[in-house]
């Protein structure tokens, strides 16, 4: 057995079955391992882009890792910008990234980069292979590293002779590291803040946003008057009807310190203190006060659903029952506005569905506004590195046949990675995506507004992606998904609908 | 004058005056001081591999650097690989990278990322500015460091209070550091060597591939019957009828050990000591005799065309005259063969043409086969990161107007910075790009074969980009550029001649 066969035999070991693959020459031994050996679904994205936003969307609907594979160091560059995704959504990832044999990496020839140096920043376990025999054991490590509460991207490069050098031992899953619950003074603290008195703020993230402890943090709320929220953006969080709804902190500086205004207490479940996404000279870079107190309930790491009950048990809080759900089938018709969006997906959205959102500036409203939508998950952009929408859809896809992915598309960031919509098409996922098609970088026109300038033409030009506009329909039908326009809200229901009832991809270009 | 705005002026004062851009929040400051300071041609691009690869382009034609303009650590990870070529090609570029607010950076936002880090290893030069009257000595700096012989990719890394703060200084340009020429003992040891008797093979890279180096290379060839080779992958080789030819080491190691056996002496100008690109059970990773001698006449940064002339006068080698060239016009016609483009190319490739070669596994005759076209310069990916193809041929049609760019573009790799076809829309950029569509990674199955598996389903579909099938007509339309298919040689003459003819770009989707 060789290096490369032992390694696909422990990831299936480790229950890690999908793998998210741009191969190149140096990969060929681990691809031609995993076409001997059963059981490794392989999903080829075109750009590696795609690979590691897919396994990032993937590990958050299927709870468990997928492997990436990637090729040297510019292979995982080009899928940097969605690992650092993966990382502020702390998505367990088994990033794969082949490399020059460990005697030809000396030579420095062309393709040979920095590595490791470029995977460690968005890592939490960064090792390059250097022998057959001890890469199974490697990737045991990588799972369990991977997977360590709260999660993160575990890079394994793997030197091409490892793969090939006869020697390969498969290596047994390791125990899965123990996920720590909160102590109980930070469960007895939590309770003297919230006993209090004080305007309080439960930030909540990670894994309590599901469904089982997002009601805990509403018995806390209603026992205690504590207001709830959520950072920006999420991971994943479990909403709709028949759930419980947490607002998140706004984009907008000022609206959040406005919303904020008066809290004495942050409490943090899982959370990292609230900061606005960007500096703005002479202002606050904190959404709360100054002067108010952080304490902290669990730390990503720990046991969020754990705290939050035993935190509410300690507050004797009563279970409460749901606020009244509104099922509407109202769709919305005229003109393409962001609440008309909002009160069609709300009309429409399937049960279970999958909302990706990276809607940026137009999409303000559709969180608030799909409250009361058929219950889903909805998963975000959650490091700020536009182009994650479209293979975070893809990802998920995989994760969860049965159910319809629904991505929300802003069109500048959707031309990152527009090369999932292939992906989408050769593996018959049903995705439907609406591309919010305002042809400018309008979160940016806001922001260059927000700096005094009067714009002129080398600014606008820099800002505007129309001249010549991009064809959504031609596009999509380019690499193999079909797709229609809509212009105003009575087609775009139409189009949503029929996506929807349909297998496979469609693309609604959606002109906004 | 605010930090930006210095900045701005200092670039304009170093002779940069163009700038590829894909910017962001943090960057707003630096897009108003664009807007208001009249003079630095902005290039926007719909991802930053786009940007950076523009840039590469732009110099490597310009010989002069253009600056880019980047957003935060993600954004520039988006650019590292063909930031990676450019550093393979060695070519001069000002890499500006918008970033957190100094204060803001430690509060760890969510697009906040180790941008310094991700930098550094493509850059002969990294700094982040700290403040804004110090940012305009940074940027004088920075173009010294970038046109520094022989050329690098110079990061300077923005925080965004660094450009709004007032208190900025443009600084003059700082004197070029003098290219340092080759000492008398290196001229006299190659000497020794090429009058041993003893076969030799000199290697060229970098500027010894301009025009007049090159003769000197042949004059030194022609006196002592030394052999002449080039690197595989070269980012810009003069050439055509009127000019002399180099051969270039070939891609595979054992067509290269065949053609290189029996040399005893390498002696390099320019060049590191020639190594396959990946290694291979058992091979020599070097494509010369593992005995030979290696002698260095000139390093990268030292002055090679009079190195050589330096050399070619010490031997007393004569001038020599030009092979006969044949101008042919006969265009192919049939099937679609690496050797029938060839033949068509050389048949109707426009005067001082620039072409940008990323043809992977089918071009392997295009570049032996166009000895006797027009006079051209050559562009190739130098750092085995693929998807700079494009992104080149758009640079290098901003660096020179008036001359006609031909891309000869791999499908698989075009898929990986297909953006750059609507920046070439946007910018009327007189580009004819000729998309090899087969459909596949012939490159890999090609390896997969050298690994000695029998393909099965799953290695053959991480191989296949067909199923479903690209359609570059209609992804080219999508993006606002005109396009046809051709099938046949006949069809692509047709559209090739009336492609170069006309203002603007167009795509060849020519079926393979």
Chains 1, 2 share one sequence.
């Not at 090792?127 to 490697?138: F, K, M, Y």
């Not at 123990?178 to 003074?185: A, L, M, N, R, T």
């Not at 304490?295 to 009244?324: H, I, K, N």
């Not at 030009?461 to 009575?490: F, H, Y």
Request: overall charge negative; some cysteine; charged content about 15%.
């Amino acid at each position: 057995m060789n290096g490369a066969e032992s390694l696909v035999k422990t990831l299936l070991a480790c229950g890690v079955d999908t793998c998210f693959a741009n191969p190149g020459t140096s990969e060929m031994h681990f691809v031609a391992a995993l076409d001997r050996i059963p059981g490794m679904r392989c999903v080829l994205g075109l750009f590696e882009g795609v690979v590691t936003g897919a396994a990032d969307g993937y590990a958050r609907m299927a709870d468990k890792p997928a492997a990436t594979l990637l090729h040297c160091g510019p292979g995982l560059a080009n899928g940097l910008a969605n690992l650092h995704n993966a990382r502020r959504a702390q998505t367990p990832v088994i990033n794969i990234v082949g490399d020059q044999a460990t005697y030809h990496r000396p030579l420095d020839a062309p393709l040979t980069a920095d590595t490791e140096g470029w995977a460690r920043p968005v890592s939490v376990w960064t090792r390059t292979a250097t022998h057959a025999a001890s890469v199974g054991a490697d990737a045991a490590t990588a799972v369990q590293a991977a997977c360590a509460a709260p999660g993160g991207v575990a890079s394994l490069i793997l030197p091409s002779d490892v793969c090939w050098d006869a020697g390969g031992i498969v290596a047994a899953p390791l125990a899965p590291i123990p996920v720590s619950k909160v102590s109980p003074d930070a469960v007895q603290q939590a309770a003297r803040v919230l006993r209090s008195g004080q305007p309080t703020l439960i930030v909540l993230a990670g894994t309590a946003l599901r469904e089982a402890p997002l009601a805990d943090a509403h018995r806390i709320a209603a026992a205690t008057d504590a207001r709830l929220i959520t950072p920006m953006s999420n991971a994943r969080v479990a909403r709709g009807r028949g759930r419980f709804n947490v607002d998140r902190v706004p984009y907008s500086g000022d609206a959040a310190r406005a919303r904020l205004a008066g809290i004495r207490n942050v409490i943090l479940v899982g959370a990292p203190p609230p900061v606005t996404f960007f500096a703005y000279p002479g202002k606050s870079p904190r959404p709360y006060p100054e002067d108010a107190e952080v304490f902290v309930l669990a730390r990503p790491e720990q046991d969020l659903a754990e705290a939050l009950a035993r935190l509410a048990d300690e507050l004797g809080a009563p279970a409460v029952s749901l606020p009244g759900s509104i099922a509407s089938h109202d769709i919305a018709k005229g003109a393409v506005t962001s609440e008309a969006v909002a009160q069609t997906l709300t009309a429409l959205l399937p049960e279970q569905a999958i909302v990706v959102e990276e809607s940026v500036s137009f999409g303000r409203a559709f969180y608030p506004g799909t409250v009361h939508a058929a219950p889903h998950d909805w998963l975000q952009l959650t490091g700020g590195a536009i182009g994650d929408g479209l293979p975070l859809a893809t990802g998920a896809a995989v994760a969860a046949p049965g159910r319809r992915v629904v991505a929300l598309q802003a069109d500048g960031s959707g031309m990152y990675t527009l090369q999932s919509l292939w992906t989408m098409a050769r593996e018959k996922l049903d995705v439907t995506v609406v591309v919010l098609a305002n042809r400018k970088y309008a979160i940016l026109l806001g922001e260059l507004a927000g700096v005094g300038a009067n714009p002129g033409k080398t600014a606008l030009d820099m800002l505007d992606i129309g001249n010549p506009d991009l064809n959504w329909v031609q596009l999509a039908n380019g690499m193999g998904v079909e797709a229609a326009r809509a212009d105003d809200m009575a087609r775009f229901a139409e189009l949503f609908s029929m996506a929807n009832a349909r297998p496979g991809p469609f693309v609604i270009e959606l002109v906004i």
